[in-house]
């Protein structure tokens, strides 16, 4: 019997807060441990490994002394990039594993006209085949998906392995209806195991013609709103999957990175000051050394300011009191007297998309990749570009020359570029 270990989204570097990034190092490193441990075969990374394309060197010398030593045992790692791993038009931290060998990107395209041949990468010891197609920035992979030729991949024999980074429509969660997903129909059939990455929660499925889909979730804990989700106590971790001629057992092999606490308060009807007293005095006595902390605040208030309630001195004070992360959800909060914050409380990133949403219908363009929503895509792609710091050592001018570079890049993107 063979195994595989399957993992996605562990979004190395997505963390500042010192303590929560060392944990979220540690549990990269403690899963390809874990790996060698349990024997596995080889290890396929369905994307987003890096938080971003160009991730800091700290981040990278880390993953890599981890990986380095699963490869060390004779176990190969397979990867695609996810949305997160991508670069516009630079090279991407994957891309340079690939070039020295800690991992192998089994995205392997070929156009012939408009329809696109996928390679497939033979493992050498399991005689596993695996195709992949990796994420692009704004959902684009779908262009690849529409030109995929699923005939020559469906007519591969032996045991095959479709790695992606996409929701798939059939199965996208309520919650995240907006998210641009690919229809099923579009991937090839009767592969024995699908390795999905993107989905932030862990999920088996079976669909019509094919088995075994798995999305593993976010391999540590994911952010932003994914930590509400790992405070309430939802389990982050990997997969081990045996198999011979077929999938013969999966197993979720949870990584328990450390406790948490979620307090979730109905403020409705309270006044400001009164609502951050009972919060304060809520957490009096309670142990949240090490811990995660979610606090999700919501309803209206009768009086005073939603800043008013003080959530903020509060999350500052838990910090002083050792707790790994807090993290505040006020975006259900709303005050009679403000009309102004409702972006109150959000992660920044959302906040930034909103004021985007609010503007793209001002401009007036003629392009209608502008326009709508991928107007505000490219507006997003744009902030994260440009709000780039120069690299060590780049010159002014260099870093001025890469900025519109790119920049000019992101706003002639059309479709297929
Ligand atoms: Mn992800």
Same mark, same amino acid.
């Given at each position: 019997m063979h195994k595989l270990a399957h993992l996605a989204?562990a979004?190395?570097?997505?963390?500042?807060?010192?303590?929560?990034?060392? *944990?979220?190092?540690?549990?990269?490193?403690?899963a390809m441990k874990k790996c060698v441990e349990l024997g596995v075969d080889f290890v396929l990374i369905s994307g987003?490994l890096?938080?971003?394309? @160009? $991730?800091?060197?700290?981040?990278?010398?880390?993953?890599?002394?981890s990986m380095v030593e699963v490869q060390r045992h004779g176990i190969p790692i397979y990867a695609i990039?996810?949305?997160?791993?991508?670069?516009?038009?630079?090279?991407?931290? @994957?891309?340079?594993l690939n070039?020295?060998g800690v991992l192998t990107n089994v995205f392997?395209?070929?156009?012939?006209?408009?329809?696109?041949?996928?390679?497939v990468t033979v493992d050498e010891k399991t005689g596993a085949k695996i195709a992949g197609?990796?994420?692009?920035?704004?959902?684009?992979?779908?262009?690849?998906?529409?030109?995929?030729?699923?005939?020559?991949?469906?007519?591969?024999?032996g045991f095959k392995i479709f790695a992606?980074?996409?929701?798939?429509?059939?199965?996208? $969660?309520?919650? *995240?209806?907006?998210?641009? =997903?690919?229809?099923?129909?579009?991937? !090839?059939?009767?592969f024995d195991y699908y390795a999905?990455g993107?989905?932030?929660?862990?999920?088996?499925?079976?669909? !019509?013609?094919?088995?075994n889909?798995v999305?593993p979730?976010?391999l540590? =804990?994911?952010?932003?709103?994914?930590?509400?989700?790992?405070?309430?106590?939802? #389990?982050?971790?990997f997969y081990v999957v045996e198999f011979d001629?077929?999938v013969r057992?999966k197993t979720?092999i $949870?990584? &328990?990175?450390?406790?948490?606490?979620?307090?979730?308060?109905?403020?409705?009807?309270?006044?400001?000051?009164?609502?951050?007293? #009972?919060?304060?005095? %809520?957490?009096?006595?309670? %142990?949240?050394?090490? &811990?995660?902390?979610? @606090?999700?605040?919501?309803?209206?208030?009768?009086?005073?300011?939603?800043?008013?309630?003080?959530?903020?001195?509060?999350?500052?004070?838990?910090?002083?009191?050792?707790?790994?992360?807090?993290?505040?959800?006020?975006?259900? *909060? &709303?005050?009679?007297?403000?009309?102004?914050?409702?972006?109150?409380?959000?992660? $920044?990133?959302?906040?930034?998309?909103?004021?985007?949403?609010?503007?793209?219908?001002?401009?007036?363009?003629?392009?209608?990749?502008?326009?709508?929503?991928?107007?505000?895509?490219?507006?997003?792609?744009? *902030?994260?570009?440009?709000?780039?710091?120069?690299?060590?050592?780049?010159? &002014?001018?260099?870093? =001025?020359?890469? #900025?519109?570079?790119?920049?000019?890049?992101?706003?002639?993107?059309?479709?297929?570029?």
């Open positions: 989204d979004h190395l570097g997505a963390h500042r807060e010192p303590r929560l990034q060392k *944990l979220e190092l540690q549990t990269f490193d403690s987003d890096f938080h971003v394309g @160009i $991730p800091d060197l700290g981040v990278v010398d880390a993953a890599l002394r990039y996810g949305s997160h791993d991508y670069t516009p038009n630079g090279t991407s931290i @994957i891309d340079i070039t020295v392997k395209p070929t156009f012939y006209g408009d329809s696109l041949r996928l390679g197609i990796s994420a692009r920035k704004i959902g684009l992979e779908s262009r690849y998906f529409e030109a995929l030729d699923r005939g020559a991949l469906e007519a591969e024999r992606f980074h996409s929701g798939l429509t059939e199965l996208k $969660p309520e919650h *995240l209806s907006a998210m641009e =997903t690919v229809e099923s129909s579009m991937l !090839p059939k009767g999905g993107h989905i932030h929660e862990r999920g088996e499925f079976t669909l !019509p013609g094919m088995g889909i999305f979730g976010p540590f =804990t994911g952010y932003g709103h994914d930590l509400e989700a790992t405070a309430k106590g939802e #389990m982050r971790g001629e077929h057992s979720f $949870p990584m &328990k990175s450390f406790e948490s606490v979620f307090r979730e308060y109905d403020l409705t009807g309270r006044n400001a000051p009164d609502a951050g007293s #009972m919060i304060e005095e %809520d957490f009096r006595g309670v %142990d949240v050394s090490g &811990k995660l902390v979610v @606090i999700k605040a919501f309803g209206e208030i009768a009086g005073g300011r939603v800043s008013e309630v003080g959530l903020a001195d509060l999350r500052a004070s838990l910090s002083e009191r050792g707790a790994t992360h807090v993290y505040l959800n006020r975006s259900g *909060l &709303k005050s009679k007297e403000t009309t102004g914050s409702i972006f109150s409380g959000e992660e $920044p990133s959302s906040i930034e998309r909103k004021l985007f949403e609010g503007e793209v219908g001002k401009i007036q363009v003629t392009e209608g990749h502008l326009q709508g929503g991928r107007g505000v895509e490219v507006a997003v792609e744009l *902030l994260r570009l440009w709000r780039q710091a120069p690299k060590l050592g780049e010159t &002014k001018k260099d870093y =001025t020359g890469r #900025m519109v570079r790119d920049g000019v890049q992101a706003l002639e993107k059309k479709e297929a570029s």
